[in-house]
């Protein structure tokens, strides 16, 4: 019965006149082939990852942030999105495909979405884990501009066989430096995917950054 | 079951590979969580699987939230491919997945495995998935988990250390063959399955992305690629690995794990490769080639 009565409330989310963006055209593999690139870019850290294949995202969403929402995202996930990612149609969109709970703080949420990574929050306000629970941390899923027109760095750590060449372009200027103090809490800390056109690119928490 | 059905996720009343969507995402999450923090092991939802815990629960549960239509499949047991535990792990996935199977090492992308890691060596982007009957290391240390969480947290790996020293005292060498705990990362004691201790170097620097699942104990833990997994041990008794005198007598490796096997009842025996796929390939190249495998030999 309550499911009747919140479904009215989820049409009118068609902001601008346009419809809701479809999800996944087939939930199951989709999630599975885009989950693999995912692992992939977690395991082999710094490296590009495209997906195989592509999607109609609600703005500001780039393909490859909307594909990584739809499979990892549910109700046990509470996010937060940032101020752009809020003001498009991407926020009824996941809302209604992920089922998930948007919240405001970003010290209790286990995703953040970020598409305007120049006014990210600063590292140390997301959720870094507990000591003896470091799992419970928050995951960024960053939208950048470019993983090759922006500023050198080098990455090392595990999953880099001896050290990655990656310019990530459009991000703060602090960020690498506030990197830098989340590997100081290791084993807690954030992890980072960040996401650009239909490619990802992983940076979990034991990687080094030397920018 | 019967040979030809093409099962797919909308037609039998499973979800492909068995588990459902939300449950995937679940362990998804906590795989991506498990490589990012190497050897710390992540609570999971852990459902019930067709199949008794101690069979590969976690396993299965971690190759079903990875695999996909356009993997080959390999599970071995022991090293085996034909033993009970990995025909039947391997016609689950060919019934709920319809997933091509493989025994070759070399064709897998996914391979599952109880208590051994193949010889043959493994690639970048090959997932070796490991079924984990006791996640916790320090289990047998201290039965609390309450207090070896804080032994992980705080990275007190001293009492395990002692343990292998009583060894030392004991025998005059450290004793533990099999599941030999080592630190991944410089940081996380990690359980490394009962492999034996002849395989723990074949996870340092591993190219393949290594997962390990614990069914009973609902744990998920990882080793990335290029990881270094050190073996516990001491500077005046480092690690080693079993050595066998004679050659494996099938196909003469010098290189591999050796199982003995008793072949009558006055005591005769024999050593033979306990990897089925990695003897075979070799009995099969020595009988195409046989003068470079005499050559071989010799060298």
């Known amino acids: ?62 393909p490859a942030t909307a594909a990584l929402c739809l499979t990892l995202l549910d109700f046990e996930t509470p996010a937060w999105l940032d101020r752009q990612a809020q003001s498009g149609e991407a926020a009824s969109w996941l809302r209604f495909h992920c089922g998930l709970p948007l919240i405001d703080e970003t010290a209790t949420a286990r995703f953040a979405i970020v598409t305007d990574p120049l006014n990210l929050p600063r590292l140390h306000e997301f959720a870094s884990g507990e000591i003896e629970y470091p799992d419970r941390s928050t995951t960024l899923v960053i939208q950048v501009q470019s993983f090759t027109d922006g500023p050198d760095t080098t990455w090392t750590g595990p999953g880099i066989k001896e050290s990655a060449g990656v310019a990530i372009d459009g991000l703060p200027s602090w960020f690498w430096s506030d990197w830098d103090l989340n590997s100081e809490l290791y084993p807690r800390g954030v992890d980072v995917i960040f996401t650009c056109g239909n490619a990802l690119m992983g940076l979990p928490r034991t990687i080094k950054v030397e920018a | 079951m019967s040979a030809g059905t093409t099962m797919n996720h909308s037609d039998n009343g499973y979800n492909f590979a068995y588990l459902d969507e939300q449950t995937k995402r ?82 897998a992308t996914i391979i599952q495995t109880r208590h051994r890691i193949p010889e043959t060596p493994l690639k970048e982007g090959q997932v070796l998935v490991y079924q984990v009957p006791q996640p916790e290391p320090l289990q047998k240390i ?60 074949k996870m340092e620097n591993n190219p393949a992305i ?90």
């Open chain 2, 26 to 107: 679940m362990i998804r999450r906590s795989l991506l969580k498990a490589l990012s923090i190497p050897g710390y092991q992540v609570p999971f939802g852990g459902r019930e699987m067709p199949l008794a815990y101690g069979w590969g629960t976690g396993g299965i549960q971690v190759t079903a939230a990875v695999i996909g239509p356009d993997d080959w499949l390999k599970v071995i047991d022991q090293g085996a491919d034909d033993t009970t535990n990995a025909v039947s792990i391997r016609r689950f996935f060919q019934t709920v997945a319809d997933v091509a199977v493989t025994e070759s090492t070399e064709v």
């Open chain 2, 210 to 299: 290594q997962l390990f699942g614990a069914g009973r104990e609902k744990r998920i833990y990882a080793v990335p690629p290029y990881t270094s997994v050190r073996s516990l041990d001491f500077d005046d008794h480092p690690f080693e690995v079993q050595t066998w005198k004679g050659s494996c007598a099938l196909c003469g490796s010098t290189t591999s794990y050796l199982d003995e096997m008793i072949t009558d009842d006055r005591g005769s025996r024999m050593f033979v490769c306990s990897d089925t796929d990695f003897c075979n390939t070799r009995q099969a190249e020595a009988a195409s080639a046989p003068d470079d495998k005499a050559a071989g030999e010799d060298a």
């Open chain 1, 1 to 62: 019965m309550t499911v009747i009565s919140s479904a009215p409330s989820m049409r009118p989310v068609s902001s601008g006149g346009t419809s809701l963006k479809p999800g996944f055209a087939d939930p199951v593999f989709d999630a599975q082939g885009v989950f693999r690139a995912s692992l992939v870019a977690t395991a082999y850290p710094g490296r590009i990852v495209p997906l195989d294949r592509t999607f109609a995202a609600p703005r500001p969403f780039s």
């Open chain 2, 142 to 201: 201290e039965p609390r988990e309450t207090e070896t969480r804080k032994m992980h947290a705080y990275a007190e790996y001293g009492a395990m250390q002692v343990t292998l020293y009583e060894d030392v005292a004991h025998f005059g060498r450290i004793a533990k063959t099999y599941d030999y705990p080592a630190i991944v990362n410089g940081r996380h004691l990690m359980s490394p399955s009962p492999i034996p201790k002849f395989d723990n170097p």
